[in-house]
């Protein structure tokens, strides 16, 4: 593990390397991600200050749901969630033998070749958002933002199951496949807290795709609003979590039996 | 001491019609069709430490599969391989260090950085220790005339500057074997000659082992001691590359001033004519079995002055067409 995170750094330096050979373009490509990545927020506000709002929510609890999401989408997106891109590259050129040819686990090798220079604005912006919400919130305990980070982790490994399972997809099945789509429906349902959805959906997102962990719940366990929900979310991920690895190691298998 | 030993190895190739797009897709779920290729069927052979050995034969006969099995990237249907002890798909994370591999078209360097940091990737991933990194590094670097090209990015060289980096790849962490697919496919001749140099230098210095599949059959001529050929999924001739030339045949290209009699030439034993290649110039292939050379030639000229001469091995194309048609 040790050693993979080693050569997740030194990917990640080449690849940020690789990006400041065009350095203007890459600050531009930057902001220019920070400030798409803000539409979201801004809509909320949009809803918060023209309707009744959430109920029970506050602004600044609001804005660190948006923070939170921001945060757990970034981290995944540039850290991992590339492979499902370059799943589509490297089968497009056949290159994917090139990753079996490393004496390494063929996921992590994969994630190291896939890192996203681009994303990390994404990331940044969510810390600042979830920062600057945090600072206009009252009587935040120790025990809030631990369970917020520890839900949070969760929250990237709702990423991890989506980007192993589109990536299977797209060697299973098809070489295009706009799966980025996909996954900005989950962001658009995270951002909103359960209350808002009709009863089988809230039930929906809360264990057999557990949405809610990626904003909402460790925006409500860091204001100590906790509940059994949670426990259903977390068992989920982890249970899911464990099947999108077989799966992901079954496609594999596969694809070097039919010789891609 | 055999390093490779391959028996009965199989592979066939299903394959589906894929759709574009998500409702083609969808459909292929529930039906599809189905094609069955057969493009190992069942080859034995093996290597013996030290070799150079050369897989030839002509387009889609299974060497890309074969030298895919042998490197650990595919599932075979059924056989046996083994390799320093290892069963390369099964013993795939292991075995792999110990192996390099450059396949022609597929590259491991970084398109938009300089092959230095592709080779500092490869130290960390093979977790090369500094010291015989940069020993390996500074002796390759010498022997493939490389020191200005690896600190500008890969999207920069030429093909020949990019396939030397390549072999760099694929010998940093010292390998025991290094598998080849076509890795002179498109160079100059003085790129081939660079990249056969380089073959000839670090199998005799560092006794590695190495496999080459090519179309170029100076490739395999000047480099392997022994030649695979392989047609349609099977092997055709395993021997020494020295069975494989006909030495009692000789291919001779001969020049006159005057017009050359091609009756009287027809009707010459132990002569057949190749080409006509004008009036006055012709190419022969005449068998050196039962008559001395320059007796021969003496019969061909049948007394007239000769402006130029060439006399060669036949080339191997030949001697293979001559095994596929068996
Ligand atoms: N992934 C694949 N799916 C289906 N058929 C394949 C696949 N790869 C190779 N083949 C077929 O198998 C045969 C052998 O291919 P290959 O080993 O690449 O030949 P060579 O390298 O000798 O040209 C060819 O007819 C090719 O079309
Ligand atoms: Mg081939």
Redesign the pocket.
């Known amino acids: 593990m040790r050693s993979f995170l080693k050569l997740w750094f030194k990917s990640a330096k080449l690849q940020i390397a690789r990006r400041m050979a065009y350095r203007g373009e890459y600050f531009i490509s930057l902001i220019a991600m920070f400030i798409l990545e803000l539409i979201g927020p801004l809509l909320i506000f949009i809803i918060y200050f023209n309707s009744e709002g959430f109920p029970g929510w506050t602004f600044y609890e609001v804005l660190l749901v948006q923070g939170i999401l921001l945060t757990v989408k970034g981290f995944s997106f540039f850290s991992f969630a590339g492979i499902i891109w370059n799943s589509n590259v490297t089968l497009m050129r056949g290159e994917f033998d090139i990753v079996l040819l490393k004496p390494r686990n063929t996921l992590l090798m994969f994630i190291c070749e896939s890192f996203d220079a681009e994303d990390i604005a994404k990331f940044i912006g969510g810390l600042l958002i979830t920062t600057y919400a945090l600072s206009h919130i009252n009587g935040i305990t120790l025990v809030g933002i631990g369970l917020m980070i520890a839900l949070m982790i969760l929250g990237v490994g709702f990423y991890f199951i989506i980007a192993l399972l589109a990536s299977s997809f797209v060697f299973r099945f098809i070489r295009t496949f706009r799966i980025y789509e996909v996954m900005d429906i989950f962001e658009l349902v995270g951002r909103y807290p359960k209350s808002i959805y009709p009863k089988a959906f809230g039930t929906l997102f809360t264990t057999l795709i557990p949405i809610f962990i990626i904003a909402v719940f460790p925006a409500n366990a860091l204001l100590g609003r906790l509940s059994i929900d949670m426990v259903f979310a977390s068992v989920s991920i982890i249970l899911l979590i464990f099947i999108s690895l077989k799966i992901w190691f079954a496609t594999i298998r596969r694809y070097a039996s039919?010789?891609? | 001491m055999t390093i490779i030993k391959v028996e009965q190895l199989k592979k066939e190739?299903t394959?589906y019609e894929r759709g574009e797009g998500f409702l083609e897709a969808v459909k292929s779920l529930f039906k599809r069709r189905k094609k069955v290729?057969r493009?190992l069927k069942g080859i034995d052979f093996s290597v013996k430490k030290g070799d150079i050995v050369g897989f030839l034969?002509p387009?889609?006969?299974?060497?890309?599969?074969?030298l895919k099995i042998l490197s650990g990237i595919l599932y075979p249907d059924s056989g046996n391989v083994n390799i320093m002890g290892f069963t390369p798909w099964k013993d795939r994370k292991k075995y792999v260090s110990h192996i390099g591999a450059v396949f022609g078209q597929k590259s491991q360097l970084f398109w938009d950085l300089p092959p230095l940091d592709a080779f500092y990737f490869q130290k960390a991933i093979y977790k090369i220790n500094e010291d015989a990194f940069q020993e390996q590094l500074k002796k390759f670097i010498k022997m493939l005339h490389i020191e200005d090209i690896i600190k500008r990015p890969t999207r920069q060289l030429s093909l020949g500057e990019r396939m030397r980096c390549e072999f760099v790849m694929a010998m940093l962490h010292q390998p025991k074997i290094i598998f080849l697919?076509e890795p002179t496919i498109g160079l100059d001749i003085i790129a081939k000659g660079t990249i056969r140099n380089f073959i000839r230098e670090i199998n005799k210095e560092q006794r590695v082992t190495v496999i080459i599949?090519s179309h170029d059959l100076e490739d395999i001529e000047n480099l392997c001691n022994k030649v695979i050929i392989?047609n349609k999924g099977d092997i055709v001739f395993d021997d020494k590359i020295k069975k494989l030339k006909i030495s009692r045949k000789k291919y001779i290209t001969i020049s006159f001033y005057e017009k050359i009699n091609l009756k009287k030439l027809k009707k010459l034993k132990g002569v057949r004519i190749k080409k006509i290649i004008s009036d006055y110039i012709v190419r022969l292939e005449v068998n050196t079995y039962k008559e001395y050379l320059d007796e021969i030639i003496k019969r061909i000229r049948m007394g007239k002055r000769i402006k130029d001469l060439d006399i060669r091995e036949p080339p191997i194309v030949d001697v293979i067409k001559r095994i596929y048609k068996k």
């Open positions: 039919a010789g891609g | 190739y394959a290729f493009a034969g387009n889609g006969a299974g060497k890309s599969t074969a697919d599949t392989i």
